[in-house]
């Protein structure tokens, strides 16, 4: 298969793919990989069948052919194609929550200054940074990446980019407990879609629907939460688009147990569970069982609440993700209390305290601790951050 040729079936595959014909796309796609002669156009088409699983779920074979995109970049000596490839390799593992992985091979990105190709995806690099760092509970580091990321959108005019930024920001603060920015960004991200996203996959609008949805369940706005995730789930079930799918059906759960509905909040954990198991999302794995535990606590089941933290803190653990260990720690603690054990109370606390101190939630004006409840926060320009009252 020649050049022209091969172009010619990326874009038929292409065609297929945005008209949600996704199996058929990747059919013609692999074809041209197993075809083609040229390696420009088995990179191109590397790249397509890339973003096709990592929509669909498909994390390991999206990190497969990542790994088969490096050797064709290699061959083409380009380091413009070299930075593109390790990106994508950097994304594949943040999918799959290999967290010190996509760090590292993020760091490669941005150590090979190629031509403006690469510097055009620097902003992507660092926003893929920022969500391996949150995912790791380094707020601060996280909280530069993405500041890094926006200069980079605003300076490039690449509106995609902000709004992609804008979610990851929703995401940042609703961690650390500051709602309205939690609403801000993924508002912002919103009104970036209506503006300019008439030719942008509809994933976008998508997306900022489910973090505006997870903000106003965190203000307890649970019908305008529920909107929005409907409106998010619409998306994903058009679009195949099995990672959203599990997290819709997690927000869903939490809305139903805010509003103390057990009966109807388990069996969407139970789907979202599913769906996080498949695609390899332990963080989300995590956000599920805390939800589950919740939910027993409120039925006064504390022994089946100790079952799900258990499951939980093996994940936490094997993640880094400390603020997940934080929050297990402080639901340990309040049945640990009620039970009246004193000795696992106090382990707890214990512990609670450290995951504090590891990473560094202090307030540096008031001393109290970051993320404990909903309060309004100042970052620095050095991306430290404290309490705006």
Same mark, same amino acid.
């Given at each position: ?175 650390? !407990?500051?709602?309205? =920015? /939690? #609403?801000?960004?993924?508002? &912002? $991200?919103? @009104? *970036?879609?209506?503006?300019? %996203? ?101 039925? !006064?089941?504390?022994? =089946? /609440? #100790?079952?799900?933290?258990? &499951? $939980?803190? @093996? *994940?936490?653990?094997?993640? %880094? ?69």
């Amino acid at each position: 298969m020649g050049q022209d040729q091969t172009k010619h079936q990326i874009e038929k595959g292409l065609h297929l793919y945005q008209s949600n014909q996704t199996e058929k796309a990747l059919r013609v796609w692999m074809r041209v990989l197993e075809k083609s002669a040229d390696p420009a156009g088995r990179f191109r088409v590397l790249g397509c069948l890339i973003t096709a699983h990592a929509e669909m779920g498909r994390y390991k074979d999206m990190l497969k052919f990542a790994v088969v995109q490096i050797d064709t970049a290699r061959e083409l000596e380009d380091p413009d194609y070299l930075t593109e490839s390790y990106l994508n390799l950097a994304r594949s593992n943040e999918k799959l929550c290999e967290f010190q992985k996509t760090i590292s091979y993020c760091k490669t990105c941005l150590n090979m200054q190629g031509t403006t190709v690469s510097l055009q995806l620097n902003g992507q690099v660092s926003l893929s940074m920022g969500n391996a760092f949150l995912g790791l509970s380094i707020f601060q580091k996280a909280l530069e990446c993405f500041e890094k990321a926006l200069r980079y959108a605003h300076n490039n005019d690449d509106k995609m980019l902000e709004c992609r930024v804008c979610c990851s920001l929703g995401n940042f603060y609703t961690q650390i !407990k500051d709602y309205e =920015k /939690a #609403l801000f960004f993924p508002c &912002k $991200a919103a @009104e *970036l879609v209506n503006d300019y %996203g008439k030719g942008w996959s509809l994933k976008y609008r998508a997306m900022s629907q489910y973090h505006m949805a997870v903000a106003y369940r965190k203000l307890g706005r649970l019908a305008d939460a529920m909107d929005c995730c409907e409106e998010s789930m619409k998306i994903a079930l058009q679009h195949g688009d099995r990672p959203l799918q599990a997290l819709c059906l997690l927000c869903f759960a939490d809305i139903h147990r805010s509003r103390k509905d057990v009966q109807t909040a388990f069996p969407r954990y139970d789907s979202s569970m599913s769906i996080m198991t498949e695609i390899g999302n332990r963080l989300g794995l995590i956000q599920v069982l805390l939800g589950v535990t919740k939910c027993w606590m409120i039925q !006064k089941e504390l022994d =089946k /609440a #100790l079952e799900s933290i258990e &499951k $939980a803190q @093996e *994940l936490a653990e094997g993640l %880094g993700n400390k603020l997940g260990q934080l929050k297990l720690h402080c639901l340990c603690e309040r049945i640990y209390r009620t039970k009246e054990q004193q000795r696992e109370l106090r382990d707890h606390v214990v512990k609670f305290h450290e995951c504090v101190e590891e990473m560094e939630l202090y307030c540096g004006m008031c001393g109290e601790s970051i993320g404990e409840k909903n309060n309004q926060l100042q970052a620095l320009p050095c991306s430290h951050f404290f309490h705006l009252k």
